[in-house]
């Protein structure tokens, strides 16, 4: 059994990994290759800052390669179906309570790599995606923030 640590992911997450890993091993090899070779044929490599470069390029590749590779083999994927408590995959509407000009935010609930705040996908380890999971529409959660506690109300659970 491997020992490393099992990574949930969505569906949508686990192809988007296989996807960066496919572009990562056939277009960005061939032009870190190209890149190589280019610098190569300049001469002299003990003095030559573009073959550093590119030996860097692809040792950053390859690293990043092996990562994926890693999160794939360990992904665990997650049910998404739910609507009726918050977990995994999860749309989730919420407002703050306590803050009278507070707006209704929606977030996704997802695994740790694949949280973006920007893209409204929140972890189910951050503060706030913590506190949501297991809750019901109408619950009110209390999330531990770096800047305090903070009440949020569930106004709506969504799959996906």
Do not use: C, W
């Not at 997450?13 to 870190?32: A, D, F, N, S």
């Not at 977990?87 to 996704?108: C, L, W």
């Amino acid at each position: 059994m491997n020992s490393a640590k099992r990574n949930v992911v969505t569906t949508e997450g686990l192809e988007k990994l296989k996807r960066e890993l496919e572009y990562k091993e056939t277009t960005e090899k061939m032009r870190v290759a190209e890149q190589l070779k280019y610098a190569i044929a300049q001469g002299d490599l003990s003095e030559n800052a573009e073959y550093d470069a590119a030996k860097n390029d692809q040792a950053a590749l390859e690293q990043r390669i092996n990562e994926l590779k890693a999160l794939i083999e360990n992904a665990v994927i997650v049910d998404e179906s739910s609507t009726d408590e918050v977990g995994f995959g999860s749309v989730v509407t919420i407002i703050e309570q306590g803050d009278p000009d507070a707006e209704e935010e929606r977030y996704t609930i997802v695994g740790s790599i694949e949280s973006n705040p920007l893209e409204n996908k929140i972890s189910n380890e951050s503060p706030i995606g913590k506190a949501l999971m297991g809750a019901h529409i109408g619950d009110v959660v209390e999330a531990y923030t770096p800047g305090g506690a903070l009440f949020f109300k569930v106004l709506d659970i969504t799959a996906e």
